[in-house]
């Protein structure tokens, strides 16, 4: 199992993932193993989420039938020989035929850290599938309150954020943080969120053409430059704070290996909400992605400003002031 373990851990891990890839590799073993089966399943649901390849509410059933497994409460969810259509990557597919296994080391998984795994990927399946039942007509459908977003993002990443704090001192008690844990939740809870409203962000025209707008208010069918300055005017402003407390999270950090990890996702997302903020319209229409020589850049930067307590956090407030 071990080997195969390793297998799922590096090379599917690797396929499946971008930048996030880059900062589960570099984290202490402690904090590895549950922090990276934790991702492959959280893949494994979004994957199903997503797939346009099978009906609405097959993909409810199968979320629900994978929360079961995870839970321990159903039989081990097995997609070998499911066939989703040419809408998903290699490293998708093979990971859906993988997920039994999956299940199986999550049942290797030590009490502590199965509770935590089990806490975030109900909140995740929950977002997931409230956001299948909210999106679910031909017409431009958003959200009904700035309440409805705050959940959603806390359902999908704020609860990562609060996963991961929760392993860190699972792993290493007070040598985690120099923070009390209850500081430190509310602070990853604020992180998560800021990365998904990022996403958000970015995928904002996407998403429209889709029929989705997960800011609350009403809008039109169609859509222009004008009203994405009025609307990425007050998100973005929103989401650079969120970032702020990525900044204050990663300076409680006390070994360097966690900060470098925990700090690259952010330094990656400070950037992009730069990119996105001076882009104009028809950019962030065409997809924007920061470029994989900025990322390598990003990684170098992070990896020597990890070595001292407030190196990334002051780069992070730097560039969330610029």
């Known amino acids: 199992m071990k080997d195969f373990q390793k297998e799922l851990g590096n090379e599917l891990l690797a396929s499946v993932s971008r930048s996030f890839f880059l900062s589960l590799r570099f984290l202490p073993p402690k904090m590895r193993e549950p922090m990276s089966l934790a991702y492959l399943l959280a893949r494994i649901s979004d994957t199903i989420a997503d797939t346009e390849a099978l009906p609405k509410e097959e993909r409810l059933i199968f979320l629900s039938e994978i929360g079961s497994s995870i839970e321990g409460s159903g039989p081990i969810s097995d997609f070998t020989d499911m066939t989703f259509g040419d809408g998903l990557t290699d490293g998708e597919s093979l990971l859906l035929r993988k997920s039994h296994l999956c299940l199986a080391w999550l049942e290797t998984i030590d ?17 997931q599938s409230d956001d299948l039942n909210r999106f679910s ?151 924007l992605k920061i470029k994989r020589s900025n990322v390598k850049s990003l990684l170098f930067r992070a990896l020597i400003k990890s070595l001292t307590k407030n190196g990334i956090s002051n780069w992070l407030k730097k560039e969330l002031r610029d």
Not at 216 to 234: A, L, M, R, T
Request: hydrophobic fraction near 35%; aromatic fraction near 10%; proline fraction near 2%.
């Open 111 to 127: 009490g502590v850290n199965l509770a935590s795994i089990q806490k975030v990927m109900r909140s995740i399946i929950k977002g």
């Open 137 to 287: 007509s031909d017409h431009l459908e958003s959200l009904s309150s700035e309440e409805e977003l705050e959940d959603y993002t806390y359902d999908v990443a704020g609860s990562v954020g609060v996963f991961w704090t929760e392993v860190g001192f699972n792993s290493y008690g007070n040598k985690f943080s120099d923070q009390e844990i209850k500081t430190m939740i509310k602070l990853g809870s604020d992180y998560g969120k800021a990365l998904q409203l990022l996403n958000i962000l970015r995928d904002f025209p996407k998403d429209f053409d889709n029929g989705r707008c997960y800011f609350p208010g009403q809008f039109n069918d169609s859509i222009d430059h004008k009203v994405w300055e009025e609307v990425s005017e007050i998100w973005i402003s929103r989401c650079r704070s969120l970032m702020g407390s990525a900044a204050t999270y990663v300076n409680s950090l006390r070994l360097p290996r966690i900060r470098f990890s925990t700090g690259l996702p952010a330094m990656i997302g400070a950037q992009t909400l730069t990119l996105i903020e001076r882009s104009k319209w028809d950019d962030l229409k065409s997809g």
